[in-house]
T-cell receptor, first 112, second 111 residues
Framework: DGGITQSPKYLFRKEGQNVTLSCEQN?????MYWYRQDPGQGLRLIYY???????QKGDIAEGYSVSREKKESFPLTVTSAQKNPTAFYLC???????????FGPGTRLLVL | GNSVTQMEGPVTLSEEAFLTINCTYT??????LFWYVQYPGEGLQLLLK???ADDKGSNKGFEATYRKETTSFHLEKGSVQVSDSAVYFC??????????WGAGTKLIIKP
């Protein structure tokens, strides 16, 4: 079945550590997105990519980095510069002609 | 700038009650409007959408009508079930094709 997968479901980060969240889609979508969700709040855009090898900063990109080497994959790295990384991270994708975004199941990041 | 405002939750209803979750927006032009649903511990799923004024989106018994005169896209359902308990997000797609999100409304349905 086509869809978006995110792994791991839960991720623990130690102080000063970089961690990478995986996002893979087999929908043949060009655009991919990373959002952060905090309790009781809406989604905030971290980074997005419209095509391979290109990406743009969203509203809260500081402390995060991404790459888009393949159409199917859009990994997000939470760096040690992100001082408050505990949140639920959602990846989404969209086709060029589509109106809506499709979401993965999310990764919950916790700090030890 | 563009923004979406939803009614604050949680909204608590009994099973079979009528549901309304208010959503209003501020935007230039004619944005597309969406309702997404998030079940506990999961990602978001598109519930319904409307792409132009007076369009009515519907799915799983939920409906929302794009009202340009009141800049609203209220979500309604005639008879809710316990399984409808979730967080509901209203969103608009701006002229740059980015989604602008409301804060979400938590819905709790009691048997």
């Amino acid at each position: 079945d086509g869809g978006i997968t995110q792994s791991p479901k839960y991720l623990f980060r130690k102080e000063g550590q970089n961690v990478t969240l995986s996002c893979e889609q087999n929908l043949n979508h060009d655009a991919m997105y990373w959002y952060r969700q905090d309790p009781g709040q809406g989604l905030r855009l971290i980074y997005y990519s419209q095509i391979v090898n290109d990406f743009q900063k969203g509203d809260i990109a500081e402390g995060y980095s991404v790459s888009r080497e393949k159409k199917e994959s859009f990994p997000l790295t939470v760096t040690s510069a992100q001082k408050n990384p505990t949140a639920f991270y959602l990846c989404a994708s969209k086709s060029p002609t589509g109106v809506s975004q499709y979401f993965g199941p999310g990764t919950r990041l916790l700090v030890l | 700038g563009n923004s979406v405002t939803q009614m604050e939750g949680p909204v608590t209803l009994s099973e079979e009650a009528f549901l309304t979750i208010n959503c209003t927006y501020t935007a230039t032009g004619y944005p597309s409007l969406f309702w997404y649903v998030q079940y506990p511990g999961e990602g978001l799923q598109l519930l319904l959408k409307a792409t132009k004024a007076d369009d009515k989106g519907s799915n799983k018994g939920f409906e929302a009508t794009y009202r340009k005169e009141t800049t609203s896209f209220h979500l309604e359902k005639g008879s809710v079930q316990v399984s409808d308990s979730a967080v509901y997000f209203c969103a608009l797609r701006d002229s740059n094709y980015q989604l602008i999100w409301g804060a979400g409304t938590k819905l709790i349905i009691k048997p």
